[in-house]
């Protein structure tokens, strides 16, 4: 008996390679798999499907991981306005933790003894992909045959056209990965420190010219509504919101970061609606949150963002922090105003009854409601107290002769 294989697949380049060669070369009886993280139209899934039953395998199976992605992922991601140096949503970084999980469950489910990714050796991919693999089915052996071959894009397309595989491969010069919370988009530009991307690289063009308002309703921290119109659950609102916001070019970007094994990465993306919903939420809570729950956010966040970039999901500290970040949003109730423009948009305000800026207590740099000048006076003495005792006790003594002392 042949044995049984189940290869993440996604219908790309690479992963067309692994079904050739696993079937053809290795002669593995091949179980393709993909894992719908809110990127594919059911159109676009009938094609993978096509695709991979013409290349040789034995079974194809789509898991549609959308709406767990979100609830057990990006909601967090939201939480804690993640953006990695500043920059990067981990629109691709974080959907690959959930399709990892979802391979090896799948793996688990049909009792196969391999599973293949067609990572290459020089991303983050291959360790997120392999370190889930051996945490969740350490049973199960990994085979990835770009990374053990080591082959170039260009080799790739050869041996694809040389076992008369049609595909457009002007397109597969590109890696483009499309999930809900963005497009990664890496080729030969993202390969240099100086270059950017071609307009004709970005998967959607520019159309919209006008500038548009738009009203962002959030509850609890999670996006619900749109210009008014509700939606039942968070991933609708982020679909309908990339396809108002994406053709105005924002949320496009080429993110430079350090990578899990050591060296430099550079990729492009595309993620108008991440990108419009945390600079929405973060202001929003800017206004409704303390200055140290703020702080210790920031700082969560941040760790939270890195680890789950580098693929550690699974680590039971997320869950703690999962955790401090839900009760965070018990008051990020409101609507936040943006104008969107080409290329960029602005966030203009925010509505929210649990609204801290109230002149109830006073006006910021005008007027206070709430304390006399009295008040202020006895309070910027106690404040600065310590450092007043300090400054008292260790006062510098004046140099002998009165001599200067040398500045180095």
Not at 122 to 141: C, H, S, T, Y
Not at 255 to 261: A, F, L, N, R, S
Request: net charge negative.
């Amino acid at each position: 008996m042949k044995k049984k294989v189940v290869l993440a697949y996604s219908g790309g380049l690479d992963t067309s390679f692994c079904c050739i060669y696993l079937t053809q070369d290795l002669g593995y009886e091949v179980h393709s798999v993909i894992v719908n993280t809110g990127g594919f139209s059911d159109e676009e899934l009938k094609g993978v499907e096509e695709r991979a039953y013409k290349m040789g395998v034995t079974s194809h199976h789509v898991v549609d991981e959308t709406k767990n992605f979100y609830d057990t992922c990006v909601r967090f991601l939201i939480y804690g306005n993640v953006l990695k140096n500043n920059t990067y949503p981990l629109s691709v970084s974080a959907e690959r933790v959930s399709q990892a999980t979802a391979i090896a469950n799948y793996a688990k489910e049909i009792g196969a003894e391999f599973v293949a990714h067609g990572s290459t050796g020089a991303g983050n991919d291959q360790v997120r992909f392999d370190m889930i693999f051996n945490i969740l089915v350490p049973e199960v052996k990994i085979i990835t045959p770009i990374r053990d071959l080591k082959l170039s894009r260009e080799e790739e397309i050869q041996y694809l056209k040389d076992h008369g595989v049609e595909m457009n491969f002007e397109k597969a010069k590109y890696s483009i990965n499309k999930g809900i919370w963005g497009t990664s988009v890496g080729g030969k530009e993202t390969l240099t420190s100086n270059l950017g991307l071609p307009e004709e690289a970005w998967p959607t063009q520019v159309t919209e010219s006008e500038v548009k308002d738009l009203v962002l309703e959030f509850e609890k921290g999670e996006l619900v509504g749109i210009n008014g119109e509700k939606y039942d659950h968070p991933t609708k609102a982020i679909q309908a919101l990339q396809a108002i916001a994406q053709p105005y070019g924002i949320g496009r970007d080429i993110h430079v970061g350090d990578t899990i094994i050591g060296i430099k990465g550079r990729v492009g993306f595309e993620a108008a609606a991440p990108m419009l919903i945390i600079k929405a939420h973060h202001t929003l809570e800017k206004h409704v949150l303390t200055k140290w729950q703020l702080s210790w956010k920031d700082q969560l966040s941040a760790f939270y963002g890195n680890w789950l970039h580098e693929g550690q999901f699974h680590d039971p500290i997320m869950r703690n922090m999962e955790a401090f970040l839900s009760d965070t949003q018990a008051n990020v109730s409101g609507k936040v105003f943006l104008q969107l423009h080409p290329y960029r948009f602005q966030v203009v305000g925010i509505e929210s009854d649990h609204d801290l800026m109230s002149n109830k207590f006073g006006s910021y740099g005008e007027m206070n409601n709430s304390w006399s000048g009295e008040d202020v006076k006895g309070f910027s003495k106690i404040f600065g107290n310590q450092v007043m005792i300090y400054h008292k006790v260790n006062a510098p003594q004046p140099p002998e002769g009165g001599a200067q002392i040398a500045q180095d």
